[in-house]
């Protein structure tokens, strides 16, 4: 009985294994809607035209993208003020376009989201000032004492402007002083130093009238008295469209987060029904800039409840003054930090998500950053992402801050602690317009997915109603990804990549090692990958904060692990002398059952709060944990290590690296579990061919090569199994990026070792096929030890194809019917002004003769394009080869070609730019070229006639390239 239940066990695991191996080539091959990007539908200034939404959603579903968010926003350039004001976001009008957007993407099968502001961040006209941000102000007077006192300390004035935009309360006319809010009425008694006692501040918010009066019976000395007042700043959205002006929320506030998304999902329920039934999935907001937010009406009663007494005396602070001391001053400024953290958090994310979640949607927000210095972020970025339905992030293209606008980590690593299965992200943000194709963007691609993002939204694709021309009204910011880009045509591998790559980043679990306590600090930010304290190659990691240790950390067979399976070896401290006791606590009991610590002895706590006690219990616990000043203390079932770096950690824990390399590490990766797989994508981080020995830290698995711009899959047949893992000898081309998945399917016989006939090893070998390029006795050796020798003797030499080519333009942008092509050249460098300044589609043809000798049984085929600006597409003898959208630029076309006369047609498109410079240089009445952006490369920097044209076409050299597969 007991062995039939043995087999019973090995068919149902087989079973199984075979589904789940199933099921992730299928949606790899297709990917689902989830995994496919998305992009911000923007309606420019509110407007649209219905039938072309339709065919704009047609266009994106046909490409291989999966939805849109909806965007409302505003231009900051409009040209001649060529784009109307359209409605106002969530009037009737606008729900008109949002209702129709929902039902095509019904009928398509596409997901939608709505931007819940007419720009950002959340807010809009319906909002009071009384819901709106708050600011923090003072009056104050000196009066000398031994007297009775009488007086007034006015209201302050408002600020003219915030973030150099005009205030908006100030346009509409409402006197802010209509709704100051008293905070208190502090005297400080004035030194010659602004080094204050508590003593020495005394409150006397109960002479304080609404209006400002007072009245006090003055002490001795000399006082300053304080007038503290909260009220509306008046900030409003950022670049809303002109009927949509209002007011930014107060993100510190239930009440204001539950007015403004009441307002907005009750108009949608009246207009659209129940929400879950239809195609809208979630609500969003844009990351948090509200720069001029300082305070909120029950901050007072919170901050008592939060961190245990009364803020009054410690106001000063806020405005630079030291009190007590340097220490007690920093403690306090930590406690009133951390407070707006957990308002936002608590107020803001978390209840948005609680109240879409009411109606039948999620909630997701960009809730990581940007922080300072860029924005005045308050909050814990891991807790403010984890709360919410799906968190996002952000990364740019082509910025000089851009480490500082890299906002991925953070939230893949809220992503990964807290359970979820996305992590999203605004992609390729950019200044420059109508610059770049689609394999100059793929290298951030590339390294955002290897920081663990797993859903892409395109920032930006423009709406574009037909009264907009061409290329139309566009958002001045952002890649434009949409139908009008000159390679939309040629897009469907670049989206498709991107969606393949996608979903298998959402399967399964991240694999990473360490895991880095990042404090208890607010505001708190985790930086890009690799950057700071989190250096090193062959190990990854994720960053955590005090909520996932104190509620969600545990120790199971010696890993740290979380309630859904995320696993890490080591948790590291943060170099900081602080720590909270009851995080120590925690900590102190899970090295108990086992944990992992690496870090230095803690010293003291962060807030004012319970102190003394507090740092009593840090020394007793760290007495336990940092023994005698031990390096490495074993403490029950944990050990404590201090004074050594995370890498001699892990090699004192005999831990190898999840991925290490022969040479310099020249490549990135990301690692997940996927049931009985194992998958890895890696990128070469050279902008060369390079060939790396890359091992894995697997055991007893098949690998395979997953290509996510084909959805091509095939056997590595080359390859060695040692005592660290599975090694690889893996062949990049420059900046190529591609998975590596490890699989429980059997292969008994694989080659370990191919050798030159002078007995060197091959450093570009392709380790699915074995293609070797020259000529020569080659050696490969298998697992079974069994040798074989091989002689290539007939690859034949490489054709140049780069000479004579018909090239065929578009008339209708302006090119001419066709040009003969002597030699490859730039577009730009051509004396027909038609080509000069032409953008879109040419069609290169040429044909070309093999005979027998290059059809060889074995014999592998390239043809291989040199140089492209920007994709290309190729047809051979009729038929499809593919599209290439980077370089290098070469497809296998052996299957295609054929003995005698071949017919080959490369059709290449280049970037939008060098038509609207072209279009620029002549006269007004002549011109094909409309929009509300009239320069470049930004929306505000050049003129269009001025802005450098961009080398463009097929520049080659092309050539035939021939490889022989070894057997």
């Known amino acids: 009985m007991k062995f039939k239940i043995i087999i019973l066990i090995t068919i149902l695991s087989t079973i199984i294994f075979a589904n789940s191996y199933e099921e992730l080539k299928k949606g790899f ?212 469209s002109p009927n949509s002006k209002g007011l930014i929320i107060d993100h510190f506030s239930a009440k204001a987060t539950k007015n403004n998304l009441r307002f907005i999902l009750d108009k949608l329920v009246k207009r659209l029904g129940p929400l879950d039934k239809t195609r809208l999935k979630y609500l969003y907001t844009d990351s948090y800039e509200a720069n001029s937010a300082a305070w909120t009406l029950m901050m007072k009663e919170e901050f008592k409840k939060r961190r245990g007494y009364e803020i009054d005396k410690f106001l000063p602070a806020l405005l630079g003054y030291q009190i007590d001391d340097d220490e007690t001053t920093k403690r306090f400024l930590h406690d009133f930090r951390k407070t707006l953290s957990d308002m936002i958090i608590e107020n803001h994310y978390l ?298 950690v892990l090699d004192d824990l005999k831990i190898k690296p999840d991925l290490s390399v022969e040479t310099s590490p020249n490549i990135d990766f990301i690692h997940r579990q996927i049931g009985n797989e194992d998958v890895y994508m890696i990128r070469n981080l050279k902008s060369k061919a390079i060939y790396e020995k890359v091992t894995f830290r697997i055991k007893d698995k098949t690998p395979q090569k997953w290509n996510p711009e084909t959805g091509e899959i095939r056997d590595i047949v080359y390859f060695n199994k040692n005592k660290n893992g599975i090694t690889i000898p893996l062949f990049f081309e420059s900046l190529e990026a591609f998975f590596v998945v490890f699989t429980e399917k059997v292969k008994n016989n694989h080659i370990v070792s191919v050798k030159f006939s002078d007995g060197s090893k091959l450093k570009s070998i392709d380790c699915t096929d074995l293609i070797v390029r020259k000529n020569g006795d080659y050696k490969i050796k298998n697992n079974k030890g069994k040798t074989s020798a091989i002689s290539v003797d007939n690859i034949p030499n490489a054709i140049d194809l780069s000479d004579s080519w018909e090239v065929y333009f578009d008339q209708s942008r302006g090119g001419p019917r066709s040009k003969n092509f002597d030699k490859l050249i730039s577009w730009t460098d051509s004396d027909v002004r038609g080509i000069k300044y032409y953008s879109g589609v040419a069609s290169y043809r040429k044909s070309f003769n093999l005979n027998a000798d290059y059809m060889q049984r074995d014999i592998q085929i390239t043809l291989d394009m040199g140089k492209v600006s920007k994709v290309a597409e190729v047809y051979l003898n009729g038929k499809k080869v593919g599209i290439s959208w980077f370089a290098p630029y070469k497809l296998d076309i052996t299957n295609f070609v054929k003995v005698g006369e071949n017919n080959l047609i490369i059709e290449v498109v280049n970037v939008l730019s060098n038509y609207m410079t072209g279009d620029a240089k002549l006269p007004k009445e002549y011109r094909r070229t409309r929009s509300n952006v009239q320069k470049g490369p930004n929306a505000w920097h050049t003129p269009w006639k001025d802005v450098p044209l961009i080398e463009s076409g097929l520049l080659g050299p092309v050539k035939l390239m021939f490889g022989k597969r070894l057997k």
């Open 29 to 240: 091959i297709d990917p689902p809607i989830e995994a496919r990007p998305i992009a911000y539908l923007c309606l420019v200034n509110g407007n649209y035209n219905l039938t072309q939404l339709t065919y704009e959603m047609e266009e994106a579903k046909a490409k291989g993208m999966g939805g849109f968010d909806i965007w409302d926003v505003g231009i900051m350039v409009n040209t001649d003020n060529v784009v109307p004001a359209g409605p106002e976001f969530m009037s009737e009008k606008s729900l008109d376009a949002f209702e129709y957007i929902l039902n095509e993407a019904e009928r398509l099968d596409m997901n939608i989201g709505l931007t819940i502001a007419s720009s950002w961040n959340a807010g809009g006209s319906w909002i009071q000032p009384e819901d709106g941000v708050k600011g923090f102000y003072v009056s104050d007077t000196i009066v000398q004492g031994n007297q009775y006192v009488t007086g007034n300390l006015p209201t302050p004035k408002p600020e003219k402007k915030i973030m150099h935009r005009k205030n908006f309360l100030l346009e509409k006319n409402i006197n802010i002083d209509d709704y100051v809010h008293n905070i208190a009425l502090i005297a400080i008694k004035v030194d010659d130093d602004s080094t204050l006692t508590k003593g020495e501040i005394i409150d006397i918010s109960d002479k304080l009238q609404s209006n400002g009066d007072f009245s006090w019976n003055v002490p001795s000395g000399k006082w300053k008295i304080q007038r503290y007042l909260t009220k509306p700043t008046g900030q409003s959205l950022i670049i809303p």
């Open 351 to 648: 209840y948005s998500k609680k109240i879409s979640e009411e109606y039948g949607v999620g909630f997701s927000a960009e809730a990581a950053g940007p922080g300072p210095p860029l924005h005045n972020c308050p909050f814990e970025a891991i807790k403010s992402s984890g709360v919410l339905s799906v968190p996002r992030g952000e990364f740019w293209f082509n910025n000089p801050k851009i480490d500082e606008l890299n906002i991925i980590k953070g939230v893949a690593s809220s992503s990964h602690l807290y359970g979820q299965k996305y992590v999203e992200a605004e992609a390729f943000t950019s200044t420059h317009i109508w610059q770049y194709g689609p394999g100059d963007i793929k290298q951030v691609a590339d390294k955002a997915m290897c920081e663990g993002l797993n859903k892409f939204v395109y920032h930006t694709f423009p709406h574009s109603p037909p009264e907009g021309g061409f290329p139309g009204w566009i958002y001045n910011f952002g890649t434009q990804i949409h139908p009008n880009r000159a390679w939309w045509s040629k897009s469907y591998n670049f989206h498709h990549y991107i969606g393949r790559s996608s979903y298998l980043l959402q399967q399964g679990n991240f694999v990473a090692d360490i895991l880095y306590y990042y404090g208890d600090d607010a505001p708190n930010f985790v930086k890009p990958k690799g950057h700071g304290r989190y250096k090193g190659f062959g190990f990854d990691y994720d960053v955590c904060n005090s909520d996932i240790i104190l509620n969600f950390l545990d120790v199971k067979n010696g890993k740290l692990t979380l309630p859904h399976g995320q696993s890490y070896s080591i948790l590291v401290l943060p170099d900081d002398k602080r720590i909270n006791s009851d995080v120590l606590q925690k900590i102190e009991l899970l090295v108990k059952k086992g944990a992992i610590l690496v870090g230095e002895r803690p010293q003291t706590s962060y807030g004012l709060e319970n102190q003394k006690e507090d740092e009593k219990l840090i020394s007793k616990l760290s007495d336990k944990l940092w023994k005698n000043g031990k390096s490495i203390n074993k403490y029950h079932k944990g050990k404590v290590y201090s004074g050594k770096s995370v890498e001699e």
